[in-house]
């Protein structure tokens, strides 16, 4: 997304050359790549294709084919007597989505995102317009994990430890570790002590980041050693330390749930997928059990009834969504929308939580290393990924690298508060696309970074691992196909705004660092923040207002639907996850964590469906 102007462009001139905007350029570029990529991936929808008879009832209605949904339909189907229905409101994954170095493409409105936007935020992002952002979730086969980044951090073993805490036995790390190595392919080289926690041979496919030259990861994870980090495998035992990345792909392509889970699943005669099929409501009998849901396919309003349970696989904005419009929620918030109550739980749709993300920490660097632009757009660099599976499209384009602090309080030290991501692109660099990207107001990115139009350097993103904000999910009203309002609250807890402030400190010592000021002739943009000019630069009084104007998102949203013990009124599911008050229910995605993950949080969804499909095998087998 970014160019690396050499040359003797003068810095006047350079502050002119602006991009298109980007919601004129993708309708343009996008139908030209579809057709170059189709004819490179033939026959990739085939096996979607739907039943040429959907049933009256199944066994299992699993609604959402998301990152979770198509592992349950997956492993539920294994039971060869069980008949099992998915049900998906997007479609079949276009071809674009397969090639990791496009995943950048997935940041702007398309056919496969829901195109969300959050509420106004009263407490942050300043700088954001109508102090909101874009929330790009997937609506298509494979969920979010079709058009995500593609990162594989599972989280810190205290995190599900504390699961346990709260009340949900058999969360803990001793218990969920099996099913991690479960589902996990890992294509890296022998880890030594820490290859025991790791899998080999399952559907989803770990591959770490490989290159004969990354000059700036290898930066970053040596100024980690400066500073007295370890260089980690973030799968092992421990996870503070620095690291490089890993993704789920397999041979260069991204191997999101749809391919590694449900592809090799779909032909099985007693699993039924229907893509582009909205659903609108559960159905409910008189003693409050889940008997069916109510969907739109093909212009058409369809009712499916399940006779064993419904499964809610449709994420944390939209599982919570979903039971709200079917009764299962605040009594209050049900009857302001003339909506029957079923079952009156109060947690549903609160307990929103993300990874906080601050956006605008821009080193410029001396190093020349490859125009990632210029280079993708080189004919030999397209036609060795096109003929190969190799080279700079096997992941997302640029270096990476990602590490984990606890930066503030007291506390468990091997806990991490804080999560560093750092990306070979500096925020200006990449222009306008930015701005649009992340929801930055045009004008307020132009002030503060044309002077970076074009330079080349790095950006180093923290984002918080156990924001105590809290936010929520609401009904717009109860028309299904309007979208929730998510209304996150973030940084209305000041400890979390305290805690971005430290990791700021933290950031900025990396960047001070040998490997990075002497290695890289890294530089930090200091110019100060034009909205906060009021303040001291550097000051803890500058960074929290820096934090208000620029952070937002990191799209790891979760625990809007929370398991936990029957005490705790605002529980929506026990440790099963089935939804309390009613029957033959489940919620398996994001919205199930009481907590969010320290990381990166699709693998720990997967483990989810892994380890809930055992359970409902469990429960259902001597019945089977």
Same mark, same amino acid.
């Given at each position: ?45 085939? *096996? ?29 189907? $294994?039971?060869?007597? #069980? ?87 058999? #969360? ?111 159905? +409910? ?77 821009? #080193? ?9 632009? +210029? ?24 270096? +990476? ?8 309080? $007291? ?95 933290? *950031? ?48 790891? +949203? ?51 469906? $892994? ?8 429960? #259902?087998?001597?019945?089977?």
């Amino acid at each position: 997304m970014g160019c690396s102007w050499q040359d003797n462009v003068g810095n006047r001139q350079l502050h002119h050359m602006q991009p298109l905007p980007i919601r004129l350029l993708l309708p343009t570029v996008l139908p030209m790549l579809r057709l170059m990529l189709q004819s490179m991936f033939r026959g990739d929808g085939s *096996a979607f294709e739907p039943p040429p008879h959907v049933y009256e009832q199944y066994d299992f209605v699993i609604v959402g084919g998301g990152t979770a949904g198509c592992v349950m339909a997956a492993r539920l189907s $294994e039971v060869r007597e #069980w008949k099992v229905l998915l049900l998906e409101a997007g479609g079949v994954p276009t071809p674009e989505t397969r090639v990791p170095g496009l995943s950048r493409l997935f940041y702007f409105p398309s056919a496969v995102n829901w195109n969300y936007e959050l509420a106004p935020q009263r407490h942050g992002l300043r700088n954001y317009d109508n102090r909101s952002s874009p929330v790009p979730q997937g609506r298509v086969l494979g969920g979010s994990s079709s058009i995500n980044g593609m990162l594989y951090v599972r989280g810190n073993r205290r995190d599900f430890d504390n699961w346990a805490a709260l009340g949900n036995p058999g #969360w803990n790390y001793e218990s969920v570790l099996p099913y991690f190595k479960k589902s996990e392919d890992y294509r890296g080289p022998h880890r030594g002590e820490t290859e025991h926690y790791h899998g080999r041979g399952g559907p989803y496919t770990v591959t770490p980041k490989e290159g004969p030259h990354l000059p700036i990861t290898g930066a970053f994870l040596r100024a980690g050693q400066h500073l007295g980090f370890d260089v980690i495998d973030p799968s092992g035992p421990e996870q503070i330390g620095f690291a490089p990345t890993e993704y789920v792909t397999r041979n260069g392509e991204r191997w999101s749930t749809a391919r590694a889970y449900l592809q090799p699943a779909a032909r099985r005669p007693n699993l039924h997928v229907v893509h582009s099929a909205f659903a609108m409501k559960i159905i +409910f009998d008189k003693k409050n059990r889940a008997v069916g849901v109510v969907y739109k396919h093909n212009d058409q309003i369809k009712t499916v009834y399940a006779r064993r349970e419904v499964i809610l696989s449709t994420g944390a904005l939209v599982s919570p969504k979903l039971l709200m419009l079917s009764g299962v929620g605040a009594r209050q918030q049900l009857r302001q929308h003339g909506i029957k109550v079923v079952a009156d739980l109060p947690g549903v749709g609160q307990n929103l939580q993300d990874h906080t993300c601050l956006y605008g920490l821009t #080193w410029n660097v001396d190093v020349r290393t490859p125009n990632v632009a +210029f280079e993708a757009v080189n004919p030999g660099v397209i036609r060795q990924y096109a003929s190969e599976r190799k080279g700079l499209y096997t992941t997302p384009l640029g270096e +990476f690298g990602h590490a984990w602090s606890r930066v503030s309080g $007291e506390g468990d030290p091997y806990w991490p508060d804080v999560q560093l991501f750092m990306v070979s692109s500096g925020l200006g660099q990449e222009g306008l696309m930015a701005s649009h990207a992340l929801g930055l107001n045009s004008a307020r990115f132009m002030e503060y970074f044309s002077p970076q139009f074009g330079r080349p350097g790095l950006t180093m993103m923290p984002y918080l691992m156990r924001p105590k904000s809290r936010g929520a999910v609401l009904l717009k009203s109860r028309n299904p196909f309007d979208a929730p309002i998510v209304d996150p609250n973030y940084l209305s807890h000041p400890d979390d705004v305290d805690t971005l402030v430290n990791a700021i400190k933290w *950031a900025l010592k990396v960047g001070k660092t040998p490997p990075f000021a002497k290695g890289l002739g890294a530089k930090f943009y200091s110019r100060p923040l034009p909205q906060c000019q009021a303040k001291p630069y550097g000051s803890d009084a500058y960074w929290r207002c820096f934090v208000v104007h620029m952070a937002t998102t990191f799209y790891h +949203f979760g625990g809007t639907c929370k398991m936990g013990p029957e005490s705790d009124p605002y529980s929506v599911l026990d440790e099963q996850l089935r939804v309390r008050g009613v029957y033959g229910l489940r919620v398996v995605d994001g919205s199930s964590m009481p907590v969010v993950t320290s990381g990166n949080i699709m693998s720990a969804i997967v483990m989810m469906a $892994e380890k809930t499909s055992d359970l409902i095998k469990s429960e #259902w087998a001597p019945a089977a």
